[in-house]
Antibody, heavy 121, light 108 residues
Framework: EVQLLESGGGLLQPGGSLRLSCAASGFTFNNYGMNWVRQAPGKGLEWVSGISGSGGSTYYADSVKGRFTISRDNSKNTLYLQMNSLRAEDTAVYYC??????????????WGQGTTVTVSS | SYVLTQPPSVSVAPGQTARITCEGNNIESKSVHWYQQKPGQAPVLVVYDDSDRPSGIPERFSGSNSGNTATLTISRVEAGDEADYYCQVWGGSSDHWVFGGGTKLTVL
């Protein structure tokens, strides 16, 4: 069964740092691009960051560029999101999501259950 | 950056057809994907590449894309289709995924 399991969320103060992890199973991890998508309370979906299967290409939303870093360890089938200089507006459920296809932009077919990040003083 | 506009809400009676639109500049030149999200759950991809369905998605879900509007059509709507629906494209001149604001489908 294809599965993604996020971890690492929590409550922290503005300016703090946090690293999210997403453990993948059931598919050839290094063949697929991966993404982080977040959803603030009561709001819509916001794409945060993406990374190619090899890890050689990374992409960021303007709202997190320079503060967040996406990476992956293909030997561990794990995706990461390092979040620094956190702000209240980063409060959200963070989902990791798998690209549907190894090549091309065909959406995201597998999602984790999400991990909650709350930034508050 | 590229903007996708969806109606905040759509209402439909059971058994009828629901159409949810997603507007964007020359969106027909892009590949549009649709997600369903029920309360407290992760999104589910229901249509990709304008009109294809992932395995396990009922044929009642279909999509189209023309001009400046992409449309998700749900035929023979059931109570279980009540959810938020989001469109998505790989957008514009920047290497970004873009989501629409979402549409809440209410089954009357």
């Amino acid at each position: 069964e294809v599965q993604l399991l996020e971890s690492g969320g929590g409550l922290l103060q503005p300016g703090g740092s946090l690293r999210l992890s997403c453990a993948a199973s059931g598919f050839t991890f290094n063949n697929y691009g991966m993404n982080w998508v977040r959803q603030a309370p009561g709001k819509g979906l916001e794409w945060v960051s993406g990374i190619s299967g090899s890890g050689g290409s990374t992409y960021y939303a303007d709202s997190v560029k320079g503060r967040f870093t996406i990476s992956r360890d293909n030997s561990k089938n794990t995706l990461y999101l390092q979040m620094n200089s956190l702000r209240a507006e980063d409060t959200a459920v963070y989902y990791c999501a798998k690209d549907l296809a190894p090549i091309g932009r065909y959406g995201m077919d597998v999602w984790g259950q999400g991990t909650t990040v709350t930034v508050s003083s | 950056s590229y903007v996708l506009t969806q109606p905040p809400s759509v209402s439909v009676a059971p058994g009828q057809t629901a159409r949810i639109t997603c507007e964007g500049n020359n969106i027909e030149s892009k590949s549009v994907h649709w997600y369903q999200q029920k309360p407290g759950q992760a999104p589910v991809l229901v249509v990709y590449d304008d009109s294809d369905r992932p395995s396990g998605i009922p044929e009642r879900f279909s999509g189209s894309n023309s001009g400046n509007t992409a449309t998700l059509t749900i035929s023979r709507v059931e109570a279980g289709d009540e959810a938020d629906y989001y469109c998505q494209v790989w957008g514009g001149s920047s290497d970004h995924w873009v989501f629409g604001g979402g549409t809440k489908l209410t089954v009357l």
